[in-house]
């Protein structure tokens, strides 16, 4: 992880989940794959964990945020929904474990009169199982994909 504190031209790649609670924890595995990618200096790849407001620090010296969540709001596993979202009541109707936190912290964010840009790849997911490490096998091979994706957002190419 590269912590930078130069907010001019900064993109933040932040990954949500619980990596504990399987297929939740889809976030984090999209950020450590990126991290494995020869990235810019001005691009900070972030484990937000389940959420908290320790993040609103490195969201604040960013331009652009890049949010990867799990969502369980009843569409195929592995469904991946570009969102814009400005307040909480932008997000889908139902994140999983850690959506309270996530979404006051969001806005909290604009509270504070930040305005970044903001872009969320909501990943849809079962309803919370068995607690297990790695991920279902319908959403390894989404990893990449989403990967590739928050890369095209970033407009960073791949290394």
Known sequence: MTILKDKKSKVLILGIG???MGDEGIGVAVVRALEKTALPATVECLDGGTGSFLLLEPMQTAD?????DATIDGAKTGTVRRLRPRFSTDYPRTLTAHDIGLKDLLDTFYILGEKPDVTLFAVSILPLQDMKIELSPELLPIVPQVAQMVLDEASIQAG
Do not use: Q, T
Request: glycine share 0%; proline share 0%; no cysteine.
């Open 64 to 68: 652009k945020v890049i949010l990867i």
């Open 18 to 20: 619980n990596i504990l």
